[in-house]
């Protein structure tokens, strides 16, 4: 079974400053690593994910991250933040064969203040 | 719009009550997903299908708790003999059947249990 750990369940930033949301995952088998973005009342929104290949993966908003097997670890980075980008963050995980369902993280949220 | 829809977005119900939610997804995904969300959490897995064959079922799907997919398309998610602690976010995703294929979120249904 996997499993999602995100560290902070909340981070407060400065406008135009840059963020790292924490992920680490446990898991017995190869995944795939997903972000997921969830505005007030909407649903969730991809941000990323990373499959195979380079370890750095570039989503949308301006946001990255970096998977790293050795720290089972699949943090989320932002060189520069808006007010807009306040959100709840949730980091996934899913097995790469067999079981399609994704393991959800409990979330972080980003507080981006003036 | 061509995306996950789900119906009702909100429910207010008594407990005891018999709800049914409504999801439609994306029309060429096959595997279709419900998830259920409380606040503070990340979304929890239920149950999916492939098509119209409910693969896989959590131990958080009680017996009051069951979802169909006739012939494939629509999903609905019944929960029988309602209580307060059923009170939650329900999501419904849709993905491809490709290896990779992403999760699509619907904005979802929120049931409050009275």
């Known amino acids: 079974a996997q499993s999602v750990t995100q560290l902070d369940s909340q981070v407060p930033v400065f406008e135009e400053a840059p963020v790292e949301l924490r992920c680490n995952y446990s898991?017995?088998?190869?995944?795939?690593l997903f972000w997921y973005v969830q505005y007030p009342n909407q649903g969730l929104q991809l941000l990323l994910k990373?499959?195979?290949?380079?370890?750095l993966v570039k989503g949308i908003n301006g946001f990255e991250a970096e998977f790293n097997k050795s720290q089972t670890s699949f943090h989320l980075r932002k060189p520069s933040v808006h007010i807009s980008d306040t959100a709840e963050y949730f980091c996934?995980?899913?097995?790469?064969?067999?079981?399609?369902?994704?393991?959800f993280g409990s979330g972080t949220r980003l507080q981006v203040q003036p | 719009d061509t995306g996950v829809s789900q119906n009702p977005r909100h429910k207010i119900t008594k407990r005891g009550q018999n709800v049914t939610f409504r999801c439609d997804p994306i029309?060429?995904?096959?595997?279709l997903y419900w998830y259920r969300q409380t606040l503070g959490q990340g979304p929890e897995f239920l149950t999916y299908?492939?098509?119209?064959?409910?693969?896989?079922k959590s131990r958080l799907l009680s017996d009051r708790f069951s979802a169909e997919r006739p012939k494939g398309s629509f999903s609905t998610l019944e929960i029988q003999r309602t209580e307060q602690g059923d009170s939650a976010m329900y999501l419904c995703?849709?993905?491809?059947?490709?290896?990779?294929?992403?999760?699509?979120f619907g904005e979802g249904s929120r049931l409050t249990v009275l």
């Open positions: 995703a849709s993905s491809s059947n490709t290896a990779t294929g992403e999760l699509f």
């Open positions: 898991s017995s088998v190869s995944v795939y």
């Open positions: 990373y499959l195979s290949g380079s370890t």
């Open positions: 996934a995980v899913r097995m790469d064969t067999g079981r399609r369902a994704l393991t």
């Open positions: 029309s060429e995904h096959n595997r």
């Open positions: 299908f492939q098509n119209e064959a409910q693969l896989e």
